[in-house]
């Protein structure tokens, strides 16, 4: 039986949390939301996650805080990024830190399953989901 | 997947560095064979098309015609950049090419003894003679490029790497490009393959609009293109629901935003601004 | 064993590039030592060489001639790391006091204006418009100075083997693109590039020695024959022959030493 991928979404949005989930349980992956980055991390603690998809201006902690706690905590653990306040540089710095793919708002549901799609192979458990338009 | 665009003050070094490049790590070259294609498709001579990307020498273009011939040059760049693992160089992409993080910008300087001595026996010119002609060279091409693309192709600052061939080699060039592809800021990712693909669609809008509205910028978002146009409040009505017809027979362009404005230097701020959403 | 200087635009994070790369090679990594050393060889604060070095011409037109003293002084010490071969040096304009040194890698750091300016508002709290005044002001006074003490643009590309902008790189990548160049075997040292630096560590030597006294000398010296070159003058050509004769002794390595009066300096003379 192939592994069920375990999904985090972190953003202080709730409106981007209750879009996402469903959109992403879909591709038959588990997944858990987080509005407060704060709980987001402990829960990392707690539980591995294969991928984390987060926002990046948050309160308290910001995204590339996030992103640099995710991969202390688990290194095989894909991080993608996702902000309303996209530049380049910032988006660089997101990729030199070990940042799966950085995605600007706004975004389809299917922007963000193609990228998990390619994070899933690149994990080594390619996603059963075909996306359509 | 990493793009390079390559640049030298010798033509020939940043040519032959991207030949060997693509032919060593399977890149697609695109360089100045693309003019043919250019030329055929909007029925302009391949010549002209190199006179307005060489900008030195004598006038051979006006400044006008030379604004039109480049805008065909970087739509057809562009269109092949966004296909990923490309090696350009001749085409002027290192101006136009701007804040996308998976394109390595890479200029080379001629060894200049070696330029020297080579101009000099090629111009059949003393060694001081090659020497300000080379000069009068430069001070061109930083004239040319300011005033096509708002830069000077000298700024350092506009590259990612600026190599001297002095006593680093054309080899250790490579590995340097190669090396540096390899860096994870320089990888593709989805937000920085759509900037590109903006510049593409905005460039193509650009084609579009230029002969018939010389004095425009054009911007690209998704499939929504914003375009800052100098005009008068007379002209106005006509220039906007000109530009929207003529923006709106690009493919995929959605949604045209027109500002009008009285200098393009202020293009960014305080403009007046109409908005059409599609299919009004 | 190599020679890499570091010449860095204002706030583009030049710095910790250098000690990366230092570190990464077991370098000795230079900028305020050669001030500490110079300041105690020729006794002055360190304050002054510091301010010497950074502050533009026309601020320091009060200082009078002591201005090219204090320069020539930690040119001096410069160079005597400098022949001890294996520093990185990110201090001011290293790379063109030892441009004619083969085994020099000279590497320039820049940054875009507005990456620089987003740095030094965090920085130092300020504005994005006090920030870019500062950072021109800084550029300014920096061009001018290079200018006036060595006749060169230190923004032109063609004085440096490599220029990188960061931050398109980290600093570990940027480092690590130094650092593989440096052990190149074009920028290992050789007799005849030793030689180069030995001569230029005595010309400097000379100079230091002769500048308080003696503002508009020029010095080049090969194999141990130093010439000093200084302005046409009679009495003056005089003075600076018996002053010079004294350094055969103070100096190490002099075989011969004259006096040119009047007779401009070649460009690689300091």
Redesign the interface.
Known sequence: MSKVLEIMIIDDEEIVCRRLKPAVEKMGCRVETFLNPVEALARMGEKEFDIVVTDVRMDEIDGIQVLEEARKKAEHTEVIIITGHAMM?LA??AM?KGAFDFLSKPFTPNDLREIIMRAAVKLGHPLDYEIKA | MTSILLSSDDPQVAEDIAFRFAQGEGYKHVGLSLLSEIAKKHDVSEEKLQWALDGTGARKVSRKERDVLLSYVQAATLETLVQDRVVSAGLAAHLYVKNV?HVLQL?V?AN?EKRLEEYGEQHKLSRRKAQKALEKLREERIRWSTESFGVSE????I??????L????TD?VL??IR??AA?R?FQTMTYSRRCLQNLQLASEVHVALLPSYPAIRVKADGDRVIVHVKCSKRQKPQTVSGIKELARGVETVGLVEVHTVSDLRDADIGAEHTQSPNGE | MTVITISR?SKSMGMAVAEHVAETLGYECLSRAVLLEASEQFDVPEIKLAKAMHDAPSILERLGHRKHSYVAWVQSALTRHAARDNIVYHGLAGHVLLKNV?HV?KV?I????E?RV?FVMRQENMSAVDAEHDIHKMDKGRQKWTKSLYGVDP?D??L??????I????VK?AA??IC??AK?P??ASTPDSKRDMADLVQACAVKAALVDEYPDVAVTSKSGNVLVYCAAGDRHGRKVRSRVESLRQSIEGINNIEVHVGASPPERAV
């Open positions: 540089a660089r710095e030199q | 993080s200029r300087l200049p000298y700024d350092p600052s590259y990612d790497i600026v190599v001297q002095k006593q680093i080699d250790r590995r340097i090396e540096t860096f800021g | 635009g083969a890698l320039r820049v940054a875009s204006l990456h987003a923004t590309a063609t440096y083997d490599l220029v990188l902008n931050p398109r790189f980290d990548d690590d693109l593989q160049c190149l074009q920028f």
